[in-house]
């Protein structure tokens, strides 16, 4: 079984700072690793994902993702912030192979961009 | 081009009382999976249809919850006798296969509030 785990609930920052927001895993099996990003009001929107290759993974607006198989991190990072980059972040897993589809999901990160 | 529907968007209801929630997928894609949201918690898998197989129901939490999908169109939730931990965000998402890699697609879920 997989399971993921999002270190921080909520991350305040100020507009134009760096940000990372940080997802570990744990699997008995190799993984696909998936960050989501929730706007207010809005359905989940996948923001980048790691399959294979380069470990460094870039998503739209700007963020991007490192896998880290050692540590089993998959942490997500953007150098500079925008308030519209306010809104809830998920970190999801995949198991590789077998018939079910579904991901496994983190808590989430509520990430607070202010002026 | 359309994305995942769902209705209702909002849904209050007297505990005790059954519910039914409804998926459009996007047109095509033949797996469709629930999940549900509750508050604070990360997204927590429910069921799984992929084209014809028989769906995965093994994160269903109780025998009170069902699902249904006729084809590869339409797919209702259904909550029999809600209790007030029933309460949660309901999110469907559809990908043109459920195995491989496709990117699941959200809609912008129900929100489910047991009085």
């Known amino acids: 079984a997989q399971s993921v785990t999002q270190l921080d609930s909520q991350v305040p920052v100020f507009e134009e700072a760096p940000v990372e927001l940080r997802c570990n895993y744990s699997?008995?099996?190799?993984?696909?690793l998936f960050w989501y990003v929730q706007y207010p009001n809005q359905g989940l929107q996948l923001l980048l994902k790691y399959l294979s290759g380069s470990t460094l993974v870039k998503g739209i607006n700007g963020f991007e993702a490192e896998f880290n198989k050692s540590q089993t991190s998959f942490h997500l990072r953007k150098p500079s912030v925008h308030i519209s980059d306010t809104a809830e972040y998920f970190c999801?897993?995949?198991?590789?192979?077998?018939?079910?589809?579904?991901?496994?999901f983190g808590k989430g990160t509520k990430l607070s961009v202010k002026p | 081009g359309a994305g995942v529907s769902q209705s209702p968007s909002n849904k209050v209801t007297e505990k005790g009382k059954d519910v039914e929630l409804r998926c459009d997928p996007i047109?095509?894609?033949?797996?469709l999976y629930w999940y549900r949201q509750r508050l604070g918690q990360g997204l927590e898998f429910l069921i799984y249809f992929q084209g014809n197989s028989a769906p995965d129901k093994s994160g269903l939490p109780s025998d009170r919850f069902s699902a249904e999908r006729t084809g590869e169109s339409v797919s209702t939730l259904t909550i029999q006798r809600t209790q007030q931990e029933d309460s949660a965000v309901y999110l469907c998402?559809?990908?043109?296969?459920?195995?491989?890699?496709?990117?699941?697609?959200f809609g912008p879920g129900t929100r489910l509030t047991v009085l």
């Open positions: 047109s095509g894609h033949t797996a």
């Open positions: 699997s008995s099996v190799s993984v696909y």
């Open positions: 999801a897993v995949k198991a590789y192979g077998g018939s079910q589809g579904n991901l496994i």
């Open positions: 998402a559809s990908s043109l296969q459920g195995r491989f890699l496709n990117e699941q697609f």
